[in-house]
């Protein structure tokens, strides 16, 4: 059982959240949190260097991302059971959800070694809140599959569903989302692209879905995109 304390003399692995945009949000906590760490994991250590850097942390750094992370998770796992202090960080957002994470946390929990969260920002949630779409019951289905029958698949499995459909996309795809979207739910679905989320450039689309497939279609679009797609009839 991982009774939470951060006092504990064992080592412990520390699930740190980090800024989706703006580097203010980096909780006090965090910081301290990452500066008593013995090492880094990050899924880009040259991203991590900048944040690093902002808060003027000095502690070394190792890659961790989706290409190594069947390798790394028990080498970390095993500087854990050492003793070490290992924090954990993603590009952006809470690690493990939809980036890296999960393989390192199992084998804690295997060895039932201490999980320490210290939570933060979180792009799907952040745009959940904002969207004036429904909160009280949401499904998160993170990054659809990269070809069109893929995705319309998932969407099919829930056209039903009776509350928003929270989805990460790229701006690569967003546009191809968005027609498939319109083609599984149909043109009146009320959906929410929150683009950029605490950056210069933050952007909220709402509308129905049919306001928005043929200008994305239409332009070159930049920036990362979380998109809410609201229930059957729902209407804002």
């Known amino acids: 059982m991982n009774s939470g ?9 520390y699930l740190v959240a980090t800024p989706i945009g703006n580097l203010g949000d980096c909780s006090p906590r ?7 760490c013995d090492l880094i994991a990050c899924e ?3 991203v991590t260097a900048k944040l690093l850097f902002h808060l003027g942390v000095k502690v070394p750094t190792t890659s ?26 993603s590009d952006a957002g809470f690690p493990a959800i939809s980036d890296p994470g999960f393989r390192v946390v199992r084998e804690c929990r295997r060895r ?15 745009a959940l809140a904002v ?35 929270v989805i990460y996309e790229s701006k690569y795809r967003v546009a191809k989302a968005l027609a498939d979207i319109e083609n599984v739910f149909g043109p009146a679905r009320i959906i929410c692209i929150a683009r950029e989320i605490t950056k210069m450039h933050e952007t909220f689309y709402i509308g129905k879905i049919t306001d928005f497939t043929i200008p994305f279609a239409e332009k070159k679009v930049k920036g990362e995109f979380v998109l809410i797609v609201g229930p059957a009839g729902y209407v804002l």
Not at 30 to 36: F, G, M, S, Y
Not at 112 to 126: E, M, Q, S, W, Y
């Open 5 to 13: 304390d951060e006092s504990s003399a064992t080592g412990s692995l």
């Open 30 to 36: 965090a910081k301290e949190t990452l500066a008593t």
């Open 44 to 46: 880009d250590t040259r």
């Open 64 to 89: 961790y991302r989706e290409e190594n992370e069947r390798r790394k998770a028990p080498e970390l796992v095993d500087r854990i059971e050492r003793g070490e202090k290992i924090g954990l960080v």
């Open 112 to 126: 039932n070694l201490p999980v320490v969260p210290v939570p933060g920002p979180n792009a799907a949630i952040t």
């Open 131 to 165: 969207s004036g779409l429904p909160t009280d019951k949401f499904l998160y289905l993170g990054f659809l599959p990269n070809k069109s029958a893929g995705r319309c698949r998932v969407l099919e499995q829930w056209n039903d569903f009776p509350g928003s459909l």
